[in-house]
């Protein structure tokens, strides 16, 4: 039987390659063939090789920990992306740190105070609160769904975001193609970015179809949740007459689903409804919602891989990434 914890010098010595060849391997940073790799893993497997990780730590003077601020990770949009980071971090020997900020900016910026005390090697930020990140300028930063205060051009860090442009671009011309005459939106706040430029990318489908900013109903909201959805549906049909409802989360879509049952309205015959994300529920609800699909594994695994290529000392060549989203039409608007 093999013997546990060796080191990293002995599976250097048994697989004939320097040992700096067997860290790029551990970390899955650097170059090294298909054959080195392979026997490499085989004898990591054999000996049972598990790193040393506070050793790591005292040699860099850095804890090898991703700091990972998220809104709030009983929304699956979120949890789905947290959990496809961390295990994507997990596998390269990064273990997380995850802060829940409840869309606070005191308890979010609390947080941030925290990872940066425990000197974590770098920070994933996943729709973070519009608030001066400078503290972050010089770690290792990505930002995700939403554009960080942060001078231009200055920094470590990087953005990964859908393309919510044409996420909006694509509900409006579902809502416009049905046949919809009369259109209102419930939009998460005016200052996120995301939520804005959903709302952009709408207007320009009505644009294009030869309607006026008039013929659009925004009803902004200061939560994302079914209840909230519900409640802010129930107020826009107090107030205006619609055919069509643009919800830009699936959250809200799906609490509007029960206002407009509860008014007797039936979906999609009289309002027809499209939300954004792509949710489990948006699938499986009583309604099934046509909804903007976004890649929440993709987002997850490539803010793993470029954070890793920062924190590696690797310049990425893009510092703003736009990952495609398409529309899935279901029985809400059909």
């Known amino acids: 039987m093999k013997p546990k914890n060796v080191s990293i010098q002995k599976i250097s010595e048994v697989t004939g390659v320097s040992v700096a060849t067997v860290s790029r391997v551990i970390n899955n940073n650097g170059r090294f063939s298909k054959e080195t790799e392979r026997r490499v893993k085989k004898a990591l497997e054999e000996y049972h090789y598990t ?47 995850i802060c829940n900020t409840n869309e606070n900016a005191e308890i979010e910026s609390r947080h941030l105070e925290m ?26 930063s990505v930002f995700i769904d939403r554009e960080p205060r942060l001078p231009k051009g200055e920094g470590k860090y990087l953005l990964i975001e859908s393309d919510h442009y044409q996420g909006g671009f694509l509900a409006g011309q579902e809502l416009l193609n049905q046949g919809c005459r009369e259109i209102a939106m419930l939009k998460y706040r005016s200052d996120i970015s995301s939520h804005n430029s959903r709302e952009q990318g709408f207007r320009k489908a009505l644009e294009q179809a030869g309607r006026s900013a008039d013929d659009l109903t925004v009803r902004i909201v200061q939560q994302v949740g079914v209840e909230e959805g519900f409640r802010q549906t129930q107020a826009l049909l107090e107030s205006v007459a619609f055919d069509g409802l643009f919800c830009t989360a699936d959250a809200l879509a799906v609490g509007a689903v029960y206002a407009l049952k509860e008014r007797g309205l039936h979906i999609p015959e009289q309002v027809k409804l499209v939300g954004y994300d792509d949710i489990s529920i948006a699938q499986y609800g009583v309604v099934p919602l046509t909804s903007v699909h976004q890649s929440m594994e993709g987002i997850g695994q490539l803010g793993a891989d470029a954070l890793l290529q920062i924190m590696n000392g690797e310049e990425p060549k893009e510092r703003h990434l736009l990952l495609p989203v398409h529309l899935i039409r279901r029985e809400s608007s059909e």
């Open 51 to 97: 790193p040393n990780l506070a050793a790591r730590g005292l040699r860099t003077k850095r804890i090898p920990t991703v700091g990972v601020i998220v809104p709030d990770i009983t929304n699956e949009y979120f949890a789905r992306i947290t959990l496809s980071l961390q295990e994507r971090l997990f596998k390269a020997n990064y273990s997380t740190i």
């Open 115 to 140: 990872l940066l005390s425990q000197q974590v090697s770098g920070m994933i930020y996943i729709s973070g609160t519009p608030q001066d990140l400078s503290r972050l300028s010089h770690l290792p």
